[in-house]
T-cell receptor
């Protein structure tokens, strides 16, 4: 079974709006990472948050981690058409496994 | 800095034929990953190397898949014989991880090899 599960599976928003996607996981982790994938650039690392951190920011990205709920969220503020892509969370578990979730497909409408 | 290089980019073969994929990671990266990604799904780890050692191959179908990373640099993933269900994109990634800080470094992905088995 998948360690990480993103929701929603698909999200469609207007340009300028914020997009929030969530990731839930099942076992304890060392860190959680978010990746973006589009046809033009392949899989690209966005941000990493360690298990002892609760929030991180990078530009228009904000990631939170709640280890008690085994969940993380990725917020993209002021979305742009170029943010259209699939977003994946990837967990590095405490027993050193790397597991990607099934992803959220984001469409930003100009 | 050159990124992760993979070849070929596309491969079409008939079932029961062998196929091999090659990956050259970013210079200096000690950890190399092979993933398989089916359409609409997330990448599934097949094998992870730290230098020359395969530290996680639990998801590698060892009856038909094999991999090697000689000299701890580039790597080859082989399927023999291929089955229809092996059609997917095969991704290679690399990262720099130091002892005692496992998993604290981001993965850099190559463009992938799209395999079609007919």
């Amino acid at each position: 079974s998948q360690q990480g599960e993103e929701d929603p599976q698909a999200l469609s928003i207007q340009e300028g709006e914020n997009a929030t996607m969530n990731c839930s996981y099942k076992t304890s982790i060392n860190n959680l990472q978010w990746y973006r994938q589009n046809s033009g650039r392949g899989l690209v690392h966005l941000i990493l948050i360690r298990s002892n951190e609760r929030e991180k920011h990078s530009g228009r990205l904000r990631v939170t981690l709640d280890t008690s709920k085994k969940s993380s969220s990725l917020l993209i503020t002021a979305s742009r058409a170029a943010d259209t892509a699939s977003y994946f969370c990837a967990t590095r578990t405490s027993y050193d496994k790397v597991i990607f979730g099934p992803g959220t497909s984001l469409s930003v409408i100009p | 800095e050159a990124g992760v290089v993979q070849s070929p980019r596309y491969k079409i073969i008939e079932k029961k034929q062998p196929v091999a994929f090659w990956c050259n990671p970013i210079s200096g990266h000690n950890t190399l990953y092979w993933y398989r990604q089916n359409l609409g799904q997330g990448p599934e780890l097949l094998i992870r190397y730290e230098n020359e050692e395969a530290v996680d191959d639990s998801q590698l179908p060892k009856d038909r898949f094999s991999a090697e990373r000689l000299k701890g640099v580039d790597s080859t993933l082989k399927i023999q014989p291929a089955e229809l269900g092996d059609s997917a994109v095969y991704l290679c990634a690399s990262s720099l991880e130091k002892a005692g800080t496992s998993g604290t470094y981001e993965q850099y992905f190559g463009p992938g090899t799209r395999l079609t088995v007919t």
